[in-house]
């Protein structure tokens, strides 16, 4: 059988088993035209991964781990062999990032956790490009907590997973956790990093994820974390832990530094009122503090001049409905100070990406990021927008010797601001954490050139030889080709499916090609350059098109 035939064959496969599970996805997307398209996008990834099956088993991804590491201990190594990959970057792509952390004896080493290339330190607070990954000897992707020991940051916790919604049933059909990446619970360090051991185990389990850890202050060995299967508990610093709070989905945790019996968690899951709650015994005893009944996500700040202070940002699951709320008696009260009307920066992702900031020694500047961000001066009754950081925040952490100085990670890597929020600078050079869509292309005849698309980031990126790619191609997500008898002729789709867009100078500049095509698609819907007639292009919606003209 030709290579061709067999591409084609296997293109329709591909095509036929995703729009099978996948139909209802983009009918969900028209019937709500205002939606981004994102958690669409997360449920086709889940749906596409689990196929044929309904569900992903929970164990799979770690027992596969396990079965690789041990198959690779029993492999001969070669007499050639080396180490068979060689990073060439884009050194100016970092992707999306979850959590940020700095070392509180040492701001200038900082910490982040990735939505799917693991964990990363800086020695330099990122500014001169020197990330590294930090290797835990597990299979971990997303990290989306961090904590580190106050007294000794040779101990640092990291909480893995990414998960946006807790899984559901319908019909007795259980439905996997829609989700960015795996995890595996909680893992603990206590020499810096160089070794790993698992703390909350959840390696067979990985329907789950850590959304914050937080440190008694005046105790580290008493350690919180917002799950989402509840908030758990470990008095021995991560040696055992309890759900002392089994609620879907815990989100965020204040624990008051002048009391520590007094805790704030939040929780909430797509569809169901989020709620802030409280205890003042350490946990034994919980009452409900909320201050509105959006449902979806809540994260909060303390102020930390005064402890009673607590921030709430909360957002509706997928509405742009949001506000930001303020306690000044640590939740017994709270009033709201903005909302979607007078601070957009929701959208339609705050279910996704948003969280609040406060000055450490001023109230009256508060710093709220969602899809954009903004700045407020008067303790957030009015924001201006601020400048140089990018879209889609997740995270933030302060300098311990500066309250001036803020780092937010978002989905463009991890940004520093010098006078908390008004001006940003990345600081993320180096940090390989972009993450390109399937679809990716190489030349044939120059292996300095390759092309692909990358999540959120608009538009793709192109390879010449260098690791600082030039941007190219057309949007975020999309398959890319290239004809390879003409690595000058080059294509890129756009998102949905919607159109394919053809270069002719090698990536310089991209014009429409083919378009107006009906049926259902992928988010990332896939298209094949055939290698031996490259003026011939099939592509994939819910049914298999056709070019013999170079599209």
């Known amino acids: 059988m030709s290579r061709l035939v067999t591409t084609i064959l296997s293109l329709a496969l591909f095509a036929a088993a995703f729009f099978s599970i996948s139909d209802r996805v983009p009918e969900r997307a028209a019937q709500h035209p205002s939606r981004s398209g994102a958690m669409e996008a997360l449920e086709f990834w889940s749906e596409a991964r689990s196929y044929p099956d309904n569900n992903l088993p929970p164990d799979k991804y770690y027992r596969a781990f396990e079965w690789a590491r041990k198959a690779e201990l029993k492999k001969k190594p070669l007499p050639f062999a080396g180490s068979g990959w060689t990073y060439i970057g884009p050194s100016n792509l970092s992707g999306r990032m979850l959590a940020v952390a700095l070392n509180p004896l040492n701001p200038n080493t900082i910490y982040a956790g990735s939505a799917s290339g693991g964990f990363w330190r800086s020695h330099t607070g990122g500014v001169s490009g020197d990330w590294e990954r930090v290797s835990t000897g597990y299979p971990v992707l997303g990290v989306a907590a961090i904590a580190i020991d106050p007294g000794d940051s040779n101990v640092i916790y990291i909480g893995t997973g990414e998960v946006y919604r807790y899984a559901g049933t319908a019909g007795g059909l ?24 698992k703390s909350l185990d959840w390696s067979y389990n990985q329907e789950r994820g850590i959304q914050a850890i937080r440190l008694n202050p005046h105790n580290p060995s008493t350690v919180w974390a ?155 009754i009015t924001f201006s927008g601020s400048g140089g950081t990018y879209s889609d925040h997740h995270a933030y952490a302060y300098d311990p010797t500066d309250p001036d100085i803020l780092y937010v990670a978002n989905d463009d890597g991890i940004y520093r601001s010098d006078n908390f929020g008004q001006n940003f600078t990345q600081v993320s050079d180096n940090l390989a954490t972009g993450q390109f ?71 310089l500049s991209f014009g429409a090609a083919g378009g107006g095509f009906s049926g259902l698609s992928c988010w990332n819907a896939p298209f ?15 049914r298999i098109y056709k070019s013999t003209t170079s599209a």
């Not at 259980?174 to 051991?197: F, H, N, P, Q």
């Not at 999309?478 to 867009?501: C, E, H, K, L």
């Open 174 to 197: 259980v439905v996997r956790t829609t989700r960015g990446s795996y995890g595996m619970g909680i893992l603990k360090t206590t020499d810096g990093g160089a070794t790993w051991t």
């Open 226 to 380: 917002a799950t989402t299967e509840g908030i758990y508990l470990s008095t021995d610093g991560g040696g055992n832990w309890t759900n002392i709070l089994p609620v879907q989905m815990g989100q965020d945790i204040v624990i008051h530094p002048g009391d520590t019996l007094k805790l704030l968690v939040s929780a909430g899951n797509l569809g169901l009122s989020n709620s802030v709650v409280k205890s003042t015994d350490g946990g034994s005893a919980w009452f409900a503090v909320t201050p509105t009944d959006f449902s979806g996500k809540t994260l909060l700040a303390q102020y930390a001049s005064n402890p009673d202070v607590v921030y709430a940002s909360i957002a509706d699951s997928t509405t742009g409905v949001g506000s930001l709320w303020r306690t000044d008696n640590f939740g017994d009260s709270w009033t709201e100070l903005s909302n979607n009307t007078t601070n957009n920066i929701f959208g339609v992702q705050g279910w996704y990406s948003h969280f609040v900031a406060v000055h450490p020694e001023d109230s009256n500047i508060v710093f709220h990021a969602g899809v954009p961000a903004s700045r407020s001066t008067n303790g957030g």
């Open 437 to 507: 869509y399937n679809g990716f292309s190489n030349s044939a005849g120059d292996p300095q050139i390759a092309l692909g698309q990358v999540q959120d980031h608009i538009p793709g990126y192109l390879f010449t030889g260098s690791s600082y790619w030039p941007l190219s191609a057309v949007d975020e997500v999309g398959w890319t080709g290239i004809d390879q008898s003409n690595d000058f002729i080059m294509y890129a789709g756009t998102r949905n499916g919607g159109a394919i867009r053809k270069s002719t100078d090698r990536g």
């Open 528 to 542: 094949v350059v055939s290698p031996s007639s490259p003026n011939v292009l099939y592509f994939g919606r819910s």
